[in-house]
């Protein structure tokens, strides 16, 4: 059982940045792959950034050169670092684990979500 838990959201002015922050409970450099998805109201949940461990980083398009993921192995925790921020930004932010058990399986655990509004 992994469990995530996002801080740093809140209220920004467009063109403001903020910094999310994702602690896992478990080795996160054992773990698949870990990302940022978000959902804003009436929206699906949509990927954000995601790195696979000793691979490759994708972002959606709309965030490019904007957005950063970052991750810091020593103490199990992934960054969102956000600037340029828009309204359209505006969103519930959710931390994603993806887990590659030895059984075969996979599963995917999510934070609880932490809420930024972009808005003057």
């Known amino acids: 059982q992994v469990q995530l838990v996002e801080s740093g959201g809140g209220l920004v002015q467009p063109g403001g940045s903020l910094r999310l922050s994702c602690a896992s409970s478990?080795?996160?450099?054992?773990?698949?792959?870990m990302g940022w998805y978000r959902q804003a109201p009436g929206n699906k949940r949509e990927l954000v950034a995601l790195?696979?461990?000793?691979?490759?980083?994708n972002y959606a398009d709309s965030v490019k050169g904007r957005f950063t993921i970052s991750r810091d192995n020593a103490k199990n925790m992934v960054y969102l670092q956000m600037n340029g921020l828009r309204p359209e930004d505006t969103a519930v932010y959710y931390c994603?684990?993806?887990?590659?058990?030895?059984?075969?399986?996979?599963?995917?655990?999510w934070g609880q979500g932490t809420q930024v509004t972009v808005s003057s």
């Open positions: 790195g696979i461990n000793g691979g490759s980083t």
């Open positions: 478990g080795n996160i450099f054992s773990y698949y792959a």
């Open positions: 994603n684990a993806k887990v590659l058990y030895a059984s075969g399986s996979a599963y995917d655990y």
